[in-house]
């Protein structure tokens, strides 16, 4: 369902951001 891989990807962009963020601010 179109729903399903909206939230996969939200959850993948969300997490690739957090480690994204966490490696600048280091």
Not at 2 to 9: F, K, M, N, T
């Amino acid at each position: 369902a179109l729903g399903e891989i909206q939230v996969l990807q939200a959850r993948e962009q969300a997490r690739v951001g957090a480690l994204e963020g966490a490696g600048s601010s280091t």
